[in-house]
């Protein structure tokens, strides 16, 4: 059974700093990215970052230069550096995998104080 955990996710004070991380347990076959996205209330999942299996990386625009997308040595972790923070980055965050299938982690809490 695939379970992906995240950890990182916290209270910051707009302009501050959070490294969010998540790490895939289980078997998966194979791994054709992994990414991050959030969700604020009342509003629809939406993708922050991706990391392709060749390492090639895209971002949304609100977070470009501000956030960092990076994979774990052993390729089953993915990290998200998160500095300059805002308060319209609030939201849950969940880590992603894709494989033959699409694969969530539970989600971690990020609140950013103005």
């Known amino acids: 059974q695939v379970q992906l955990v995240e950890s990182g996710g916290g209270l910051v004070q707009a302009g501050g700093s959070l490294r969010l991380s998540c790490v895939a347990s289980?078997?998966?076959?194979?791994?054709?990215?992994m990414g991050w996205y959030r969700q604020a209330p009342g509003r629809q999942r939406e993708l922050v970052a991706r990391?392709?299996?060749?390492?090639?990386?895209n971002y949304r625009d609100s977070v470009k230069g501000r956030f960092t997308i990076s994979r774990g040595s052993a390729k089953k972790t993915v990290y998200l550096q998160m500095n300059s923070l805002k308060p319209e980055d609030t939201a849950v965050y969940y880590c992603?995998?894709?494989?033959?299938?699409?694969?969530w982690g539970q989600g971690t809490q990020v609140t950013v104080s103005s």
């Open positions: 992603n995998v894709e494989s033959w299938y699409a694969y």
């Open positions: 289980g078997s998966i076959s194979r791994i054709n990215a």
């Open positions: 990391i392709t299996r060749g390492g090639g990386t």
